[in-house]
């Protein structure tokens, strides 16, 4: 679709005898800068840190970002020069504590963070075949602790008993969270979460009445789903999980979903991305709090894996050289699938020095850098500020998959349903507008739209989408669209 749109626009400038328009993006602690012509999309990333610093935002002309509180953003070419600058912030002070505690039945790993007035307590669960320490050691995810840890959040990271005896405990093939029976007498996972937080508790580490809220990833995610809903957490969230239908159905507290685009996992892909999307439209449909994003592939920049401890930004482009050299990357530096490359680099080491150079687990972080940002199934830190702001605003101003905002009333859009064009009409403002479909993927954005905007659906397939109306005061607004 933006590939058309780019067409399109070249077609119209030629056909009235203009010169296609071209505009410098510089991006001063990071990476994208460049010309680009006008209507293009550039991604945008921060230039990498240790865990010393979070990423707190962009400055600059930030009004062209699509979300200028992210370490990794987009924008839309304007018929302008466009100068952005990152900024990052000072770790508070911290220390992330390991220890041994007893659970139901077993000792448990547990990794903690309280801090001295936190404003909750946030737990954290692993994917399948996982462990506690993944989310204290790799990239992505110690980029989320670190930035929840900067927004004053305490953390509990523990494990699944089936992690701690390595054993199929319940001979589903796999080792990891029980979910179900949802039971918190006797499952054994929920036990463990309930003891160790009393553990905390007892000690002075914790008050019982701070909120709790939880994050998963894949199997973590359903187990987010269920341990929220059944230990009546604030919130949750789960990556690169559907969940169980059934909880949407009855749970009454907020929950959110990041999803990936091409997620390959056997047990989610396409279709649990459109079933995590029915769930939040349950959500919706009971009035629950809610909230669905799906993260998109995005080009591989020469420096990405400077992001790794211990590699430098010299190691980083040489890997990304060899890759490129390779045929890994295309033309626009999209990469290959990740198993792809993989084997590609088992097959011929002596093509891929830089990288065969690494250590062992510098390796395995490439190739989730790489997972990550081909929008696998793979835990990213593109949302960082999404999933905390939608804790601390629990669709206060959280737009989602509702008819929302206070300008509703102000908005028309006409005619709708509609089979080719609609024209959206806006009075007094400036806003920029993205069209969302039903998995949540955006399939048409602008911004600096001054009144109205047309936009020709002709090439959109039947069915249900919503206008995302975003304002510069950061409030959005949503309506249904349909396509007949």
């Not at 799906?294 to 890759?323: C, H, M, W």
């Not at 659906?457 to 249900?464: C, E, H, T």
Request: with cysteine; hydrophobic share 35%; aromatic share 12%.
């Amino acid at each position: 679709m933006k590939k058309h749109i780019s067409t399109l626009i070249m077609v119209l400038l030629l056909s009235t005898g203009l010169e296609a328009q071209f505009h410098n993006l510089t991006v001063n602690g990071g990476y994208g800068s460049g010309s680009f012509q006008v209507g293009d999309t550039v991604h945008i990333w921060c230039e990498a840190y240790d865990n010393s610093k979070t990423f707190s935002n962009w400055n600059g002309d930030s009004q062209f970002l699509s979300n200028p509180n992210e370490w990794h953003t987009t924008l839309v070419m304007p018929n302008q020069d466009v100068t952005v600058t990152s900024q990052t912030a000072n770790m508070p002070a911290y220390n992330i504590n390991y220890e041994q505690i007893m659970g139901a039945d077993n000792l448990k790993n547990v990794y903690s963070f309280f801090p001295p007035n936190p404003k909750g307590l946030l737990y954290l669960f692993h994917g399948t075949s996982g462990s506690a320490s993944n989310w204290i050691t790799t990239v992505e995810y110690r980029s989320f602790v670190n930035r929840a840890i900067a927004d004053t959040f305490a953390i509990i990271v523990t494990e699944a008993e089936e992690i701690t005896l390595n054993t199929d405990l319940n001979g589903d093939g796999k080792l990891r969270w029980q979910g179900f029976p949802i039971d918190t007498v006797n499952g054994i996972d929920y036990q463990n979460i309930k003891i160790i937080t009393d553990t905390f508790i007892n000690r002075g580490d914790l008050l019982p009445t701070l909120p709790k809220f939880s994050v998963g990833m894949s199997n973590g995610g359903s187990f987010s789903a269920a341990t929220s809903y059944a230990l009546n957490y604030k919130a949750g969230i789960s990556y690169c999980a559907s969940s169980a239908q059934a909880i949407f159905g009855v749970r009454n507290n907020p929950f959110a979903f990041r999803m990936a685009k091409y997620d390959d996992n056997a047990e989610v892909g396409p279709e649990g991305n459109y079933e995590a999307w029915q769930n939040d439209s349950t959500l919706q449909a009971r009035g629950i709090c809610h909230d669905y994003k799906i993260i998109d592939k995005q080009p591989i920049y020469p420096e990405r894996f400077a992001r790794i401890p211990g590699v430098s930004i010299a190691t980083s482009i040489a890997i990304f050289n060899q890759l490129a050299n390779n045929g890994q990357l295309d033309s626009e530096n999209y990469a290959l699938h990740s198993d792809t490359i993989k084997n590609h680099i088992l097959a011929t080491p002596a093509l891929y020095s830089s990288f065969v150079g690494l250590t062992n687990e510098q390796r395995l972080e490439v190739l989730s850098q790489i997972s990550a940002s081909n929008a696998e199934h793979k835990f990213y830190s593109d949302f960082n500020f999404e999933s905390l702001d939608f804790f601390n605003r629990l669709c206060s101003q959280t737009a989602s998959f509702v008819e929302l905002g206070t300008k509703n009333n102000l908005i028309k859009m006409y005619p709708n349903p509609t089979n080719q064009q609609v024209n959206i009409f806006v009075p007094e403002t400036i806003y920029s507008l993205e069209i969302i479909d039903q998995i949540g993927r955006t399939v048409w954005t602008k911004h600096n739209i001054i009144d109205k905007v047309t936009i020709d659906l002709s090439d959109f397939q039947n069915g249900i989408y919503l206008a995302k109306i975003n304002f510069p005061n950061g409030e959005s607004s949503m309506k249904k669209l349909m396509k007949e």
